[in-house]
């Protein structure tokens, strides 16, 4: 988490004095944040704001994202040309969100994750996951990076040919490459989904600083589909903690070690796991 944000002090800000500035003022802010207990998706959130404030840039990976997104498009097309099912577009969802330039175990390479994504294997509760989006009717979806949103919203339109309803939930500011409510915007295929904030710019839930849309879907929801490991990070301390009682699938691509021990998947692995 410090090395990225002290990475994106660097490449925003040119000043060596100011530099080292900023990386100390993130350094006193994780040293607290970690003192308080704090989640990590919440702290990662607030040290990256801080480097937004400090370098007057607001969105450091708008580039990135852009870029993303137009190499996701291609690649769905020429993937489409071939016959779908619900299971290879699960696996397609959940191996997009590879994309990721913050973990430093991960070495995220989009133009890798374009031609891998149709030949790694989704792993975990995969058939326990896909019984559960035959039968539910209303479900949250928790979104994570830009590039994979485009293979999220295929996804999810696809469900609601069948008569779902589904809330798609992306960040309300930037943080890192993760989707956000401007973002989705200037995304064509995503102008027919619903769309709601999830009320900050963390990398995970946190329920006392959600969004009132958020927190109503997430009552009325029979499923929720989270992606990625922020997510999964604050949304398993409230199971842990019992303040979490939502039939929830977890997709996301193992980033680094203490995940890859937590869910018993090796680093680079695609997995789904369900809660309860």
Known sequence: MFTARAREVFQTIEERERQVEVVFKLMK???????????????????FK??????????????????SNKLAE???ARMLREDTTVHRLLTWVTVANTIDPGPIEHKENVIKW??????????????????????SRKILYLCDNSGEFIFDAYFILQLMKSGKEIICAVKAEPFQNDVTIRDVESIKIAEN??????????????????????????????????????????ITEYINN??????????????CTPISKYVGYPVGSAICKVFP
């Open 29 to 47: 802010k994780m040293i607290d944040g970690v003192r308080m207990n704090m989640l990590g998706p919440k702290l990662g959130g607030i040290l």
């Open 74 to 76: 291609r690649t769905l």
């Open 114 to 135: 374009s031609s891998i994504i149709d030949s790694t294997p989704l792993k975990g509760d995969v058939e326990y996951a896909l019984s559960l989006i035959e039968k």
């Open 242 to 255: 019992g303040l979490w009682n939502h039939t929830t699938i977890f997709l996301l691509v193992v980033k």
């Open 50 to 67: 801080i480097v937004r404030t400090e370098s007057g840039v607001d969105d450091p990976y708008y580039n990135f994202k852009i870029e």
């Open 193 to 234: 989904l619903k769309i709601i904030s999830t009320g900050n710019s963390y990398a995970g839930v946190i329920l006392e600083e959600s969004s009132s849309p958020l927190l109503k879907a997430l009552t009325e929801s029979d499923l929720v589909i989270a992606k990625g490991m922020g997510n999964f990070e604050s």
